[in-house]
């Protein structure tokens, strides 16, 4: 199943390929991309012939996984919110369904998201994700 969801892009400048396309369950979505170097580095890491990422459940406000390396950090104080891509100390890569603060590093945001349906797509426990850039 496809969620229309509109395609905008970070500045070409520092991120020379401009959409995160996420397979969750079954359901596409893309993402924003943050203008940083952390979010150049994951679009490196994820290259041409993307990745899949197992990602678990945890305190019942996101999905987190080990990417298998490390990513610079941009940590600064963030108030996350359904649908935030975030890189947690460098090697972790998280999709938050639900608020938190920390110091974290913003990768991206997933477009045009409908909270409530995300939730129920992520569903309980852990999940599969394929990450591809456009």
Known sequence: MFLGVSILAAPAATLQLKMLNLTINGYHFTATLTNNSSAQALVDWIGPDGKTLELDDYAGMEKVGELGTSLPCN???TTTQAGDLILYQGDKFVIYYGPNSWNFT????IDNLKVTDFKQILGNGGITVKLTIN
């Open 106 to 109: 913003r990768l991206g945001q």
């Open 75 to 77: 940590d600064q104080q």
